[in-house]
């Protein structure tokens, strides 16, 4: 069974920081990406980062290159999103998913083309 355990999400200031946590167990092979994404309320769910586990391309939304940084943990199955400079418009429930990369992808922050997601961790930024 594949599963994606969402962590590290909490309350913090502005100008803070963060590290979410996204542990992957379950998949048969290591060809594929783990994309974060998040809802906040009233909003449609959008894509934030990615990253392949093979040779970590990485990709960020305009929005968060600035001040999030995705990286990979091999060894721990883990993907970690370290966010900085936190604002409140960060606020959401931030969410890892996961996408065979068996055959082309070509849109990272499309939500349907993952085939796994965690449940979620909650990350609240006060002002």
């Known amino acids: 069974e594949v599963q994606l355990v969402e962590s590290g999400g909490g309350l913090v200031q502005a100008g803070g920081s963060l590290r979410l946590s996204c542990a992957v167990s379950?998949?048969?092979?290591?060809?594929?990406?783990i994309g974060w994404f998040r809802q906040a309320p009233g909003k449609e769910r959008e894509g934030v980062s990615c990253i392949s586990r093979r040779g970590g391309r990485t990709y960020y939304a305009d929005s968060v290159k600035d001040h999030f940084t995705i990286s990979n943990d091999n060894a721990r199955n883990t993907v970690y999103l370290q966010m900085v400079a936190l604002k409140p418009e960060d606020t959401a429930v931030y969410y890892c998913?996961?996408?065979?990369?068996?055959?082309?992808?070509?849109?990272?922050?499309?939500?349907?083309?993952?085939?796994?997601w965690g449940r979620g961790t909650q990350v609240t930024v006060s002002s």
């Open positions: 998913a996961l996408v065979n990369l068996d055959h082309p992808v070509e849109k990272w922050y499309d939500e349907n083309v993952y085939d796994y």
């Open positions: 379950g998949f048969t092979t290591d060809d594929y990406a």
